[in-house]
């Protein structure tokens, strides 16, 4: 019953009628359309699914590496904070929003918003950007003098040699000079980010963020347990918002095409039948997805745990590669004998007027392929008049065969 649901669900992606084959034109059409209308669902799919929060909005990078990794050493968190505080003065770009934004602040842990809205805070205090404009001036500035000491300092020892050679030494003074004036440079740019470093840690506001980010003043396994909860259930949130998505426009082409059967419509119901496959493919891909995530991660975290203990994860990765090939295996087995079986196509070779073995075009009312000398006609078992071997009724009395068999 299913097998023949499914045998007429396709004709209706490749027919239009009986009495009216699809042109080929009209299928190109068809495909185009099709894949447009694909697109243009796995980008409403995204667009949707980015409404919900993810595990990095939840915890943005940054805040791991506050509150879990605990990385924020003191000696460099001035330059970590740097580009969170100027963020919005090297934000050019229209589509890209402010980290401050309301609205990914409210998708975040509690102790994450907490430290984004006091950096959002001191974004604001005109005296202390100015000194962090300052600083990320004088730091790039660093940078530059630094490698362009590195390049000398190379000149210089490639300059010593020739010198040592008894080439000229005036090139090996000049380089040399000019490497101590970058070393004085370097040296007093970093004494003056140091005076900057001091006036902004000063800042009663920066004290605050640095007490909040102190390993001492939080709780770490708090943190990580809510983050584990919270990625641990966002892929089934994931699909349950993507399906909210997807199968209202499921039920829209279902019923589109349930009605179009009902009505006998054949253009329509070719298209209703597209646009109902094309429907299904995300919702399958999606609930694949979650199945993939989750098996290895949840179902059989205790088995890959063992295997890993014998060294033997290999045996999970052949075991996934025979049951691809079993599940190759039945696929090609269906398609073979309930799609494209024996009989459809002698059935397909017959309407195209070619032999029904070798697939070759016949003279007109040949009995016999005179390429293969394969009979094309046989007796019906009713009216005894010869018919086409292949065919589902008999050419004379219109017996069906199949039953008649």
Known sequence: MIIK?????????TTVGSEEPLNKL???????????VLNILFIGLS????QITSPAEYMPQITREIFIDQTWAPSARLSKLQPLVLSDRKNYSYHQESIFDESA????????????????????DKALRALFVERDLKTSERRRVESSQDKAKNAYDTALLE???????????????RSKNLTSRVEELTGEISTIDRTINAHPGIQELWSLVSPKNQNRQAVVDDYRRFEKWYPVRELGWQLLFMLPIFGLFYAWSAHSVKRDNRIQTMFASHMLVIAS???????????IDLIPNYFFRNLFKFLKSLHLMALWHYVVIIGSIALGLFLVFLIQKKVFNKQKMMQKRLMNGACIRCSKKLPAGASICPFCGTKQ??????????????????????????QAN
């Open 377 to 402: 006609l046989e007796v019906c078992s009713n009216c005894h008049e010869k018919t086409p071997i292949g065919g589902v009724y008999c050419l004379h009395c219109g017996t069906d065969r199949t």
């Open 47 to 50: 667009e949707h699914t980015r």
């Open 5 to 13: 649901k499914l045998s007429l669900f396709k004709d209706r992606l």
């Open 26 to 36: 009209s299928l190109a059409v068809i495909i185009l359309l099709d894949i447009f």
């Open 105 to 124: 602040l409210k998708k975040m842990h509690p102790l994450c918003r907490d430290f984004y809205e006091k950096v959002k805070t001191l974004s604001k």
């Open 281 to 291: 493919l995300p919702i399958i891909c999606k609930v694949v997805e979650l199945v």
């Open 163 to 177: 010198t040592i050679a008894n080439k000229d030494s005036a090139n090996t003074r000049s380089i040399a000079t």
